[in-house]
């Protein structure tokens, strides 16, 4: 297991910087490169693979991305599959572009394949199409009869934490999380949240009170904690859409006196690399990002060689990963 003292030398920061990054210090005043050195420093030391020979390639693969470097730092989840995606090709010695909004079919021409990554309106959808050019789409999966796609397994995601929550004997299960927005603006309902409400309200213990939704970051992790358990009805547990909500929930819950998992489990989503430094350690998801963007490039390699007419879509599981921030209710 990486330390924060490999994370700061392969980033060339302090290890003091280190640490305020990984725990979203909002008071740390570094730019926005030396957040994502820390970010994909701490990614390419959690995934490690046996060095290989780079060979040869006459390939040129386009990446596009629908977020912006803001929102990769906030949530990495894209940072963390983005790094395996350029890795994988990096190994392979292809070429990579990073496509933009102002990009054509022409200026396009000399790509043999697209790596689309995150969630996209049906203007961006269509205009990918037109490219005529091999493509996979990572996270999303906007038309089956027309694209590869490596997708995460949500619904099942979900309902292990949320099983593993009311084994240890929680019905008062809170959930803070998001809106998912592209870089264009468009907002779209988290699913994380409909398997939530159908989960709870299958077992008769949802409270609507208990659900709410601001953005996938540490203040309103933070902000939204300290609203829940100032009431007098407040949950016993919570399911958080992913890490860094659970970050600034800590931090509530240490301003409030509350003790986690005493008094408040936490289970979070996503398993970033600074979840097993939390106090306590972060209960978590873990997704298998670094599987996504390998997936990604041998789907879409496969693809260009051959050039088949059926589409593939790979669901890619997940893994509840057990610490220390959800225990047994009294």
């Excluded at 030398?9 to 050195?37: F, G, H, M, Q, W």
């Excluded at 099942?156 to 240890?168: G, H, I, R, V």
């Excluded at 289970?267 to 106090?279: E, I, K, L």
Aim: glycine residues 6%; proline residues 3%.
């Amino acid at each position: 297991m990486a330390t924060i003292k490999d994370i700061a030398d392969l980033a060339k920061v302090s290890i003091t910087t280190v640490s305020r990054v990984l725990n979203y210090d909002e008071s740390l005043n570094v730019s926005p490169e030396t957040r994502k050195r820390v970010f994909e420093a701490a990614e390419e030391l959690a995934y490690v693979v046996t060095p290989k020979k780079k060979a040869k390639s006459k390939w040129k693969i386009g990446l596009y991305y629908s977020y912006s470097l803001e929102e990769e730092l906030v949530d990495t989840y894209y940072l963390s599959i983005r790094v395996a995606l350029e890795k994988k090709l990096k190994r392979k010695g292809i070429e990579i572009y990073r496509i933009g909004k102002d990009d054509t079919k022409k200026s396009l021409s000399k790509i043999d394949g697209i790596i689309c990554l995150g969630t996209f309106k049906r203007a961006d959808i269509d205009k990918i199409k037109d490219f005529e050019t091999p493509c996979v789409f990572v996270d999303s999966n906007p038309d089956e009869n027309f694209f590869d796609s490596v997708v995460i397994d949500f619904n099942s995601a979900t309902k292990n934490a949320l099983t593993y929550l009311t084994e240890l004997g929680h019905k008062k299960i809170g959930f803070i999380g998001g809106v998912e927005t592209d870089m264009y603006g468009n907002r779209f309902k988290d699913l994380r949240q409909d398997v939530f409400e159908k989960f709870l309200e299958d077992k008769n213990i949802f409270n609507e009170e208990f659900v709410k939704i601001g953005g996938y970051n540490p203040k309103d992790g933070y902000l939204i904690l300290k609203e829940m358990l100032g009431k007098d009805n407040k949950p016993t547990a919570l399911f958080v859409a992913n890490d860094t909500i659970a970050v600034g929930c800590y931090k509530a819950a240490y301003e409030l006196g509350v003790k986690i998992p005493d008094e408040l489990s936490i289970v979070g989503f996503n398993d970033v690399s600074s979840a097993q430094y939390m106090v306590p350690p972060l209960t978590t998801v873990k997704l298998y990002t670094e599987i996504m963007g390998e997936t990604a490039v041998d789907l879409l390699l496969e693809n260009i060689t051959s050039r088949r007419e059926v589409f593939k879509k790979v669901t890619i599981h997940t893994k509840l990963i057990i610490r220390g921030s959800a225990a047994n209710i009294n």
